[in-house]
C-alpha cells in the first residue's frame, strides 16, 4: 500500500516537474518509468517476492494517477470494480455505460492473456507487461490531431 503510494506521488512530481519543460509528455515519462520498473521486476528471483510486488505496487500508482480519465470520464486503469459501478449507475448515455464495459472487458481480456504468459513464461511474463508499456510509450508519441490535419 506504502508502495502505491509512493506511487501516486511520483506520477505527481513528474506532472508537475515535467511539464512544458520536457522533450516528452509527462505521461509518457510515466509510461515508461512503469515499463522499467517492471522490466528490472522480472529479474527478482523468487526470495525478493516481497520486493517485487512492492515495486509493481509502485508502477500500479503510478497507472492509477497519471490515466485517470478517458474522454472526461473518470476510470480506473488497474482494477474494475469502480468502472464496473459507473458503468452500470450511468443514465446519462449507452456511450459513456459502453465505455465502461469496454475497460472491463479489456481488463478481462488482459488478464487472460496474462495468464497464458504466465503458464509459458512463469514469473518471466511480466516481460510483456513492460513490452506492452514500452509500446504504449512509442505510440504516444503519434499526435492524432496532427495526423487527420494533414
Known sequence: ??????????????????????LFHWRQ??????????FVVCFFPQSMNLAANSLTSLACGIQVESF???????IATTMCIG??????QNKESAFKGMLYYGIILMF????????????????????????VLFMAF????????K???Q
Not at 485517470?68 to 473518470?74: A, F, Q
Not at 468502472?83 to 452500470?88: A, D, F
Open 1 to 22: 500500500v506504502l508502495a502505491f503510494a509512493v506511487g501516486i506521488a511520483l506520477a505527481d512530481v513528474v506532472r508537475v516537474h515535467a511539464k512544458d519543460k520536457s
Open 29 to 38: 515519462l510515466s509510461v515508461l518509468c512503469e515499463a522499467l520498473v517492471l
Open 68 to 74: 485517470r480519465k478517458i474522454h472526461g470520464n473518470g
Open 83 to 88: 468502472n464496473l459501478r459507473s458503468g452500470t
Open 108 to 131: 478481462i481480456i488482459g488478464a487472460i492473456i496474462g495468464n497464458a504468459f504466465v503458464k509459458l513464461l512463469a514469473e518471466k511474463a511480466i516481460l510483456i507487461c513492460a513490452a
Open 138 to 145: 512509442i505510440m504516444m508519441f503519434v499526435d492524432k490531431e
Open 147 to 149: 495526423a487527420l490535419e
